[in-house]
C-alpha cells in the first residue's frame, strides 16, 4: 500500500523541522539522529526513508533554499536602472530570515555562503552581459565582491537588535555601489 503524498511530505518536513531545532543551537556533529527522530515523533527507519544522515538533511534544507533562489523571476533581479539585484535579495533574504540568518551566521555551515553565490552569479552575469558588460576576469571578481558584500551586510543587520530601516539600509547599500566603499570611508 502506498503512502499519501501529502502524509510522506509532512513527515519530512516535521523530520526537517526537528533537525533544525536541534542545529539552531548545537553543531551538526553533535546531533545525532536519535535526538532528530524522539523529537520528530519517528522512528530511525522512517528517517532513513528520507535522508541518509544529518549531513543529508542540512545538504537538502540548503538545496532547497538555493532552488527558491534561482525561482527569483529574472525582472526581479535587475531594475533597468540598477543591474544589481538588491532589492529582490532582501525580499528573498527576508522570506528565508529564519534559515539564512544560522546558516550563514558565526555557527552555520561556512560552505553555504559559496553555494549562494554560486547560485546567484551566472544569473547576474548573464543580466549584465545582455546589458553590454564584457565577460571577463574583471567581471567575475567584481560579482564576487558584491556577491560577498551583500550576503556579509544582510546577515550582519538580520542580527543586530537596533539595525537600520530597511529604507536607510537599502540608501546606503546604493551609496556604496555607486560612490564606492572608499570614498564612504573616507569622505
Same mark, same amino acid.
Request: contains cysteine.
Given at each position: 500500500?502506498?503512502?499519501?503524498?501529502?502524509?510522506?511530505?509532512?513527515?519530512?518536513?516535521?523530520? %526537517?523541522?526537528?533537525?533544525?531545532?536541534? #542545529?539552531?543551537?548545537?553543531?551538526?556533529?553533535?546531533?545525532?539522529?536519535?535526538? %532528530?527522530?524522539?523529537?520528530?515523533?519517528?522512528?530511525?527507519?522512517?528517517? #532513513?526513508?528520507?535522508?541518509?544522515?544529518? #549531513?543529508?538533511?542540512?545538504?537538502?534544507?540548503?538545496?532547497?533554499? %538555493?532552488?527558491?533562489?534561482? $525561482?527569483?523571476?529574472?525582472?526581479?533581479?535587475?531594475?533597468?536602472?540598477?543591474?544589481?539585484?538588491?532589492?529582490?535579495?532582501?525580499?528573498? #533574504? !527576508?522570506?528565508?530570515?529564519?534559515?539564512? +540568518?544560522?546558516?550563514?551566521?558565526?555557527?552555520?555551515?561556512?560552505?553555504?555562503?559559496?553555494? &549562494?553565490?554560486?547560485?546567484?552569479?551566472?544569473?547576474?552575469?548573464?543580466?549584465? +552581459?545582455?546589458?553590454?558588460?564584457?565577460?571577463?576576469?574583471?567581471?567575475?571578481?567584481?560579482?564576487?565582491?558584491?556577491? !560577498?558584500?551583500?550576503?556579509? %551586510?544582510?546577515?550582519?543587520?538580520?542580527?543586530? $537588535?537596533?539595525?537600520?530601516?530597511?529604507?536607510?539600509?537599502? &540608501?546606503?547599500?546604493?551609496?556604496?555601489?555607486? $560612490?564606492? +566603499?572608499?570614498?564612504?570611508?573616507?569622505?
Amino acid at each position: 500500500m502506498k503512502k499519501k503524498p501529502t502524509i510522506t511530505a509532512q513527515t519530512k518536513q516535521n523530520i %526537517i523541522d526537528a533537525f533544525w531545532e536541534l #542545529y539552531c543551537t548545537k553543531r551538526i556533529e553533535k546531533i545525532t539522529i536519535k535526538e %532528530i527522530t524522539t523529537r520528530a515523533g519517528y522512528n530511525r527507519s522512517t528517517f #532513513y526513508e528520507y535522508f541518509t544522515d544529518v #549531513y543529508d538533511v542540512l545538504e537538502q534544507m540548503e538545496n532547497t533554499l %538555493i532552488s527558491r533562489l534561482q $525561482e527569483l523571476p529574472m525582472q526581479q533581479l535587475s531594475s533597468p536602472g540598477d543591474p544589481f539585484p538588491f532589492e529582490a535579495l532582501v525580499s528573498m #533574504y !527576508s522570506h528565508h530570515s529564519k534559515y539564512l +540568518v544560522v546558516l550563514l551566521g558565526d555557527h552555520g555551515d561556512p560552505a553555504f555562503q559559496g553555494k &549562494v553565490k554560486g547560485s546567484m552569479k551566472p544569473i547576474i552575469k548573464e543580466i549584465l +552581459v545582455s546589458k553590454g558588460a564584457k565577460d571577463s576576469f574583471e567581471l567575475d571578481y567584481t560579482l564576487e565582491y558584491a556577491l !560577498s558584500a551583500m550576503i556579509g %551586510i544582510l546577515s550582519y543587520w538580520f542580527n543586530q $537588535e537596533k539595525a537600520p530601516s530597511l529604507e536607510s539600509l537599502m &540608501v546606503l547599500i546604493t551609496e556604496l555601489s555607486s $560612490e564606492g +566603499v572608499m570614498r564612504k570611508l573616507i569622505g
